[in-house]
């Protein structure tokens, strides 16, 4: 038997729902269990808390995947992803396109899937469902009879968990696709695309907009596949730009913009925030600014810094609106939360002399559930503003 004993009242916050174990929560750990290995995890007084997987050269040294006394075997990895399938086709009955599982949120730490239709995309953040990857292809292959299933492990976050990063082919061999989300047509590449090959936690963000489209002049910055241009394009905006930093995606824009038979987008290679610092210069203005930035943190130590960040890039953006323009901003670090988020935000406004009216705040769409006691599985706001 694998123990750890949790320090005395370290489990209150499992209780409450929390997923992880800290190392500094371990008061004991009984059995000589390996990097990986399910474990049981109790309390200071021997009550029964969980099975989790450990991991001790890691920060979070357990990751729990159930309340009862289970194995991380098949038949478990098969019910999880089953009740995860099931709200999806709840969600989104008429599609085979959203996160199928989004780690603790659905029981299974550490484990991202994307579905894609018949291609799936797997992300592994933790060392115990690392080691069982090989299961996952089993039970999606099962379950879907997917055409391909891709790895896509290059993420800095696994060096946390002493994994090394990885992209490869785990079935099949084709990694280019096309999909069509909201009426709007992308091929995306799971091999080559960001993170997974698309980003979907916009999903029904991109739709917000379509209020405001109609006659407007349009840029889109951090544009990545240009979900957010070719919805404006597609819905009556005067014209679009389309910004990103890298000729990969503007490549993919391209593309699409070609899919939808659409005409009024320009795309530009360049640094969104130089771009804006240069339409500054230029005195240029737009009705619609959409700033969806890469994180500007992946560590509490970089809080103050990335608030810098998005106060720097909200502020500029602000100075290239028309009077009654739109302001649409999101944060995708779960580090900096929405009072932080709203407040770098507001001083941009004071700072630029103008007056905001928040239209509209959500997070992800619905495929990436939050659990309420772990903050760690919130992480994306978005907001949209009316510039007075």
Same mark, same amino acid.
């Not at 913009?257 to 130089?274: M, P, S």
């Given at each position: 038997?694998?123990?750890?004993?949790?320090?005395?009242?370290?489990?209150?916050?499992?209780?409450?729902?929390?997923?992880?174990?800290?190392?500094?929560?371990?008061?004991?750990?009984?059995?000589?269990?390996?990097?990986?290995?399910?474990?049981?995890?109790?309390?200071?007084?021997?009550?029964?808390?969980?099975?989790?997987?450990?991991?001790?050269?890691?920060?979070?040294?357990?990751?729990?995947?159930?309340?009862?006394?289970?194995?991380?075997?098949?038949?478990?990895?098969?019910?999880?992803?089953?009740?995860?399938?099931?709200?999806?086709?709840?969600?989104? &009955?008429?599609?085979?396109?959203?996160?199928?599982?989004?780690?603790?949120?659905?029981?299974?730490?550490?484990?991202?899937?994307?579905?894609?239709?018949?291609?799936?995309?797997?992300?592994?953040?933790?060392?115990?469902?690392?080691?069982?990857?090989?299961?996952?292809?089993?039970?999606?292959?099962?379950?879907?009879?997917?055409?391909?299933?891709?790895?896509?492990?290059?993420?800095?976050?696994?060096?946390?968990?002493?994994?090394?990063?990885?992209?490869?082919?785990?079935?099949?061999?084709?990694?280019?696709?096309?999909?069509?989300?909201?009426?709007?047509?992308?091929?995306?590449?799971?091999?080559?695309?960001?993170?997974?090959?698309?980003?979907?936690?916009?999903?029904?963000?991109?739709?917000?907009?379509?209020?405001?489209?109609?006659?407007?002049?349009?840029?889109?910055?951090?544009?990545?596949?240009?979900?957010?241009?070719?919805?404006?394009?597609?819905?009556?905006?005067?014209?679009?730009?389309?910004?990103?930093?890298?000729?990969?995606?503007?490549?993919?824009?391209?593309?699409?913009?070609?899919?939808?038979?659409?005409?009024?987008?320009?795309?530009?290679?360049?640094?969104?925030?130089?771009?804006?610092?240069?339409?500054?210069?230029?005195?240029?203005?737009?009705?619609?600014?959409?700033?969806?930035?890469?994180?500007?943190?992946?560590?509490?130590?970089?809080?103050?810094?990335?608030?810098?960040?998005?106060?720097?890039?909200?502020?500029?953006?602000?100075?290239?609106?028309? &009077?009654?323009?739109?302001?649409?901003?999101?944060?995708?670090?779960?580090?900096?939360?929405?009072?932080?988020?709203?407040?770098?935000?507001?001083?941009?406004?004071?700072?630029?002399?103008?007056?905001?009216?928040?239209?509209?705040?959500?997070? &992800?769409?619905?495929?990436?559930?939050?659990?309420?006691?772990?903050?760690?599985?919130?992480?994306?706001?978005?907001?949209?503003?009316?510039?007075?």
């Amino acid at each position: 038997m694998k123990k750890i004993i949790l320090k005395k009242n370290e489990e209150f916050r499992i209780l409450k729902g929390h997923c992880w174990v800290f190392s500094n929560e371990i008061f004991k750990i009984e059995g000589e269990p390996n990097t990986g290995d399910v474990v049981e995890i109790y309390n200071s007084k021997n009550n029964f808390l969980g099975s989790g997987f450990y991991n001790p050269h890691s920060l979070i040294s357990v990751r729990l995947f159930s309340k009862k006394l289970k194995d991380f075997d098949k038949d478990l990895i098969l019910e999880k992803i089953k009740n995860a399938f099931e709200l999806r086709k709840l969600l989104f &009955p008429k599609s085979n396109i959203y996160r199928l599982i989004y780690g603790e949120s659905d029981f299974l730490p550490g484990l991202i899937i994307d579905r894609f239709n018949n291609h799936f995309s797997i992300q592994t953040f933790s060392a115990g469902v690392d080691q069982k990857i090989n299961l996952i292809v089993e039970v999606l292959k099962e379950l879907f009879s997917p055409i391909s299933i891709i790895e896509r492990n290059e993420s800095q976050l696994r060096q946390l968990e002493g994994l090394e990063e990885r992209t490869r082919f785990l079935f099949g061999d084709s990694s280019i696709t096309e999909i069509e989300l909201e009426g709007i047509k992308y091929e995306i590449d799971l091999i080559n695309g960001q993170k997974t090959g698309f980003f979907l936690d916009q999903r029904l963000n991109r739709n917000s907009i379509i209020p405001f489209c109609n006659n407007s002049e349009v840029l889109d910055c951090f544009c990545n596949d240009g979900g957010f241009a070719l919805t404006a394009s597609k819905n009556r905006a005067s014209k679009v730009t389309a910004v990103d930093i890298s000729q990969n995606n503007i490549e993919r824009v391209n593309k699409n913009i070609i899919l939808n038979n659409l005409q009024n987008i320009e795309t530009i290679v360049a640094d969104c925030f130089d771009i804006l610092k240069k339409y500054i210069a230029e005195n240029k203005k737009f009705d619609i600014v959409i700033l969806d930035p890469p994180s500007f943190t992946k560590s509490k130590k970089n809080i103050k810094t990335a608030l810098k960040g998005y106060f720097e890039i909200n502020s500029t953006a602000l100075k290239i609106l028309k &009077p009654n323009g739109i302001l649409v901003s999101a944060c995708c670090s779960h580090h900096i939360d929405k009072k932080m988020f709203l407040e770098a935000i507001n001083d941009s406004a004071i700072k630029t002399n103008v007056t905001l009216q928040q239209l509209f705040f959500s997070g &992800p769409s619905s495929d990436h559930p939050e659990l309420i006691a772990m903050p760690e599985t919130n992480y994306l706001k978005f907001a949209i503003f009316r510039v007075l």
